[in-house]
């Protein structure tokens, strides 16, 4: 293959995403492998081809974000949610709370957050923000369809009161979909929301490098409130959260405030 930085430049032209900030070894390996896919000979022919052919320009979006998700994934991480936080954040900002969902993919996690909620709040009080940079999984949360796996986690009582069989597959309730706005947003490039209570992003900047990573924290840090709350993946973690203005409270959940 040839120059990787100029096809960098160039998918950054075209889609405002930018491939450096992804761990280049393996972003790398998945396009080649759309670019053998696609019968191109060079990262050039690949580019001509994302410009000429709508298709395929989807295609390629659709690739490089990386959509794997499960409704109450950890679901030891959403008791604690329940049990702890949700009541914290309610006598600290009352019932109209400002969350967001960045990186929502398919939906799941946003959703998840309205049935963790409603434990303590109606629905009606309800509105959560989710965000994310692939208009196509945005299409799919709409639709709100999932398989079993994906809702194995789901407590039961939520499943029986919001979930409806169709087929294989299981549709999400009218009333858990009206309480999630989604909207595109590129947590590289676009503004972030301000005042938000609480900050969900999960299993996402795992594939960021350490730069962009830190980044996003800070950024993140700058929307919260003070005594809002971040809940983060199980496999990540704040590695300067002191410098950026936050407390850890538990290995996934950081407050913004100093200790």
Not at 44 to 62: G, Q
Request: contains cysteine; hydrophobic residues 35%.
């Amino acid at each position: 293959m040839d120059d990787y930085e100029s096809f960098k430049k160039a998918v950054y032209s075209l889609t405002k995403i930018d491939l450096s900030s992804y761990k280049e070894k393996q972003m790398r390996r998945r396009i080649d492998s759309l670019v053998r896919k696609r019968k191109c000979a060079s990262y050039d022919a690949y580019v001509k081809l994302l410009k000429s052919d709508p298709v395929v320009f989807e295609e390629f979006v659709n690739f490089l974000t990386i959509n794997v998700s499960e409704f109450y994934r950890n679901p030891e991480q959403w008791d604690l949610l329940v049990r702890e936080f949700v009541p914290e954040l309610i006598k600290k900002f009352g019932t109209n709370l400002h969350i967001w969902s960045a990186a929502c993919s398919t939906g799941d996690e946003p959703y998840s957050l309205v049935m963790a909620l409603s434990k303590h709040l109606d629905l009606s009080k309800i509105k959560i923000t989710a965000t994310d940079i692939d208009k196509q999984v945005i299409a799919t949360a709409k639709v709100g369809l999932y398989s079993e796996k994906s809702i194995a986690n789901v407590p039961d009582e939520f499943k029986r009161k919001y979930f409806t069989k169709v087929g294989n597959s299981y549709q999400i309730s009218e009333q858990i979909k009206k309480c999630v706005d989604f909207r595109e947003h590129n947590l590289l490039s676009d503004p972030y929301p301000r005042d938000c209570h609480m900050i969900v992003c999960r299993n996402v900047l795992i594939y960021f490098t350490e730069e962009a990573k830190n980044e996003v924290y800070e950024k993140f840090a700058k929307a919260l409130k003070d005594g809002g709350i971040l809940f983060i993946g199980s496999t990540e973690q704040v590695t300067d959260y002191k410098g950026m203005g936050y407390k850890r409270r538990y290995s996934f959940y950081y407050e913004k405030g100093q200790e």
